[in-house]
């Protein structure tokens, strides 16, 4: 059951002059975990200005079922700076927790020494840095400040456990999607995927400054997990 809260989470104030600046303004938002049609948990994005720098963290705990009775849950947390509208990753931080099981992984950037160094469990390793470099927690706002600025190239480098990958999306329609909060027009994101199975489709608010309403993955047997703002 942890495996469908990490992979739901793999998917997304204050006054200053710094959060006005900004392409996104800060912002909570909680939403319902389904796997097949059926809640089982809950989930909240926020996004604020931190005394050590801009933070988006994610959260995301079983409340239903076996991940309920285990206290299945996951946080993370970025810290990072925008560049030119970009954010980017400063420090990541991953802690998951199932019964009496836990994990963590952690991504330190340094953009003045060029470097990166990805930890977990069993250690750390050097990656190769290149500017605008986000973690995983932190594509989901990479996509709301991309698609904000109207910007046709939805790709991203992302250090990710032990190693760089590149993630990318593209523009695939537009739905009203239903939530408890009421009904919302939505920009259609899909993953693109070199391989075939896995499905990630993601619908952004530009009414809630680009805010995901909903993630929905689906794996090759047929299982569907599903975020849904509430």
């Known amino acids: 059951m942890i495996r469908v809260l ?29 796997r097949n049609g059926k809640t089982i948990g809950r989930a909240s994005i926020a996004l604020i200005m931190g005394k050590d720098g801009w933070q988006f963290t994610t959260r995301s705990e079983g409340t239903e079922g076996l991940a309920g009775f285990a206290g299945a849950s996951i946080d993370e947390n970025s810290t990072f700076q925008w560049q030119d509208g970009y954010p980017e990753t400063m420090h990541y931080r991953y802690f998951q927790k199932v019964a009496w099981k836990k994990k963590n992984r952690s991504i330190d950037i340094d953009r003045a020494a060029k470097s990166i160094s990805a930890g977990d ?5 050097a990656l190769d840095y290149a500017p605008a470099t986000v973690d995983r927690n932190l594509v ?29 999306y593209r523009i695939a329609g537009n739905n009203t999607i239903a939530t408890a909060r009421g009904r919302f027009h939505c920009i259609r994101l899909e993953r693109i995927r ?29 299982e569907t997990l599903e975020m849904l703002l509430r």
């Open 6 to 34: 990490a992979s739901l989470v793999l998917m997304f104030a204050t006054g200053s002059a710094a959060a006005q600046d900004a392409p996104i303004r800060p912002f909570h938002s909680d939403y319902s975990l389904i």
């Open 194 to 222: 070199e391989n075939a199975g896995r499905t990630t489709t993601i619908w952004i608010a530009p009414a809630l400054d680009y805010t995901p309403v909903s993630i929905i993955q689906k794996e090759p047997d047929g």
């Open 140 to 168: 989901v706002l990479a996509l709301a400040a991309d698609l904000k600025a109207k910007r046709d190239t939805l790709e991203y480098r992302v250090a990710d456990k032990r190693e760089i990958n590149t993630q990318r």
């Open 121 to 125: 469990d069993d250690g750390s390793v």
